[in-house]
Nanobody, 116 residues
Framework: QVQLVESGGGFVQAGGSLRLSCAAS????????MGWYRQAPGKQRELVAS???????NYADSAKGRFTISRDNAKNTVYLQMNSLKPEDTAVYYC??????????WGQGTQVTVSS
């Protein structure tokens, strides 16, 4: 079993920044992928960014150039630095942990609200 605890969401004006954190604990496999999906009201859940244990990253087109994902493997923690936030970034952000061939684990979600 894996537990994910995420934090860092909040309220911010357009153009501002937030940093999300997600710490994994439990039966952690060395080779894994972690990142965030987000879901806004009336919209489908979408991948925001991900990072493998080897450091490879993937970003949604909307996040490229504004968001940076990183991780500390020793702490089993992943970070999402979000800059130049836009109202359309408003959503619940869910941290996930994934090992190929296994079901993913999800954090509790953290609300990010960006005002105009």
């Amino acid at each position: 079993q894996v537990q994910l605890v995420e934090s860092g969401g909040g309220f911010v004006q357009a153009g501002g920044s937030l940093r999300l954190s997600c710490a994994a604990s439990g039966n952690i496999f060395r080779t894994n992928i972690m990142g965030w999906y987000r879901q806004a009201p009336g919209k489908q859940r979408e991948l925001v960014a991900s990072i493998s244990s080897g450091g490879g990253t993937n970003y949604a087109d909307s996040a490229k150039g504004r968001f940076t994902i990183s991780r500390d493997n020793a702490k089993n923690t992943v970070y999402l630095q979000m800059n130049s936030l836009k109202p359309e970034d408003t959503a619940v952000y869910y941290c996930y942990y994934y090992v190929v061939g296994r079901s993913p684990y999800w954090g509790q979600g953290t609300q990010v609200t960006v005002s105009s």
